[in-house]
Structures are given as structure tokens and as C-alpha cells.
């Protein structure tokens, strides 16, 4: 069964590749992008879409960063407040040690 979904996974993977690269071999054709005071770039129609794509996946990325590191610095905040939650209730109870819980 394992080796029927790796089988599975590497025909899709081919597929989608195959499918890709049939929609650059179509659209070699030279198109313009326009800019700004009468500037213009031109290249294949597949260069400007795969930039286009990747200067959105850039944005996106950089978009998130933010929230990312507020997630990181809740996440220590949290781990660092459990941390000494236990060690107040360890020192006020005079038992061994507790070991934190899982996750945090």
C-alpha cells in the first residue's frame, strides 16, 4: 500500500510538471510590460507570469513575517510564564521537581 501512494504521489508530481511545462512551451511569444514614464520590459509571456508569481509569494511571505514573530515572542512569553508557575509551586510544596507539560 505504501509503495502504491509513493507511486500515486510521483505520477501526480509528474503530471502537474508535464502540465507546467507544456503551458511554457505554448506561450513563448514576446509580450511587453509597461511601467511607469514610458519605461517597458519584454520578454516571454511564461518569464513575466513566473515573476509575476514569485514577486506575490515574495509579498505574501514578507506580509507574514510580522505575525510570525509575534507568534514566536507569545509562545516563549507563555513557555517562560509555565516555567516559573511550576517552579513557584515546586518551591511552595517542598516535593521533587515537576517535569513541565507537554508543549509548553
Given amino acids: 500500500m505504501k509503495q502504491l501512494v509513493w507511486l500515486f504521489k510521483w505520477l501526480l508530481k509528474a503530471a502537474i510538471f ?3 511545462f507544456a503551458f511554457a512551451l505554448n506561450n ?7 511601467f511607469f514614464f514610458g519605461t ?3 520578454a516571454p509571456l511564461v ?3 513566473l515573476v509575476a ?3 506575490g509569494l515574495l509579498i505574501g511571505v514578507l506580509g507574514m513575517v510580522p505575525r510570525w ?6 509562545a516563549s512569553r507563555a513557555r ?3 516555567a516559573t508557575a511550576i ?6 510544596s517542598n516535593k521533587p521537581p515537576m517535569a513541565p507539560p507537554h508543549g509548553l
Avoid at 513563448?28 to 509597461?34: A, C, F, N, R, S
Avoid at 514573530?69 to 507569545?74: G, K, L, V
Avoid at 517552579?87 to 511552595?92: G, I, S, V, W
Fill in 18 to 20: 508535464f502540465t507546467l
Fill in 80 to 82: 517562560q510564564a509555565a
Fill in 87 to 92: 517552579a513557584n509551586a515546586n518551591a511552595e
Fill in 40 to 42: 517597458h520590459w519584454t
Fill in 47 to 49: 518569464l513575466v507570469v
Fill in 69 to 74: 514573530w509575534r507568534h514566536r515572542r507569545a
Fill in 28 to 34: 513563448q511569444g514576446d509580450v511587453t510590460v509597461h
Fill in 53 to 55: 508569481f514569485a514577486a
